[in-house]
């Protein structure tokens, strides 16, 4: 059975940090590339960072320098490091494995002002 589990999201000032988590309970090529995508109320769901089987990363402009993608392999885990908050990253935070279209149930970030 596959499960993405999420955690490591809460409320920070603005200029801080938090990691997210992401426990993949999945196996083979499921596990090819994964991605966190986040959500802000009353917008559209939005691809943050993906990481591959290779380590290779992408992210998307809007957290470049900020954030940083890595994996467990060993513990089937992906992190999120997000350094230097804004206001506007505050969001429901999602992860995906891309191949096979799963997603985790998410885990909120708040930053305030």
């Known amino acids: 059975q596959v499960r993405l589990v999420e955690s490591g999201g809460g409320s920070v000032q603005a200029g801080g940090s938090l990691r997210l988590s992401c426990a993949a309970s999945i196996y083979g090529y499921c596990r090819n590339v994964m991605s966190w995508y986040r959500q802000a109320p009353t917008k559209e769901r939005e691809f943050v960072s993906s990481i591959n089987r290779d380590g290779n990363t992408r992210y998307a402009d809007s957290v470049k320098g900020r954030f940083t993608i890595s994996q467990d392999n060993a513990k089937r885990t992906v992190y999120l490091q997000m350094n230097s908050l804004k206001p506007d990253d505050t969001a429901m935070y999602y992860c995906?494995?891309?191949?096979?279209?799963?997603w985790g149930q998410g885990t909120q970030v708040t930053v305030s002002s």
């Open positions: 995906k494995t891309e191949a096979c279209d799963y």
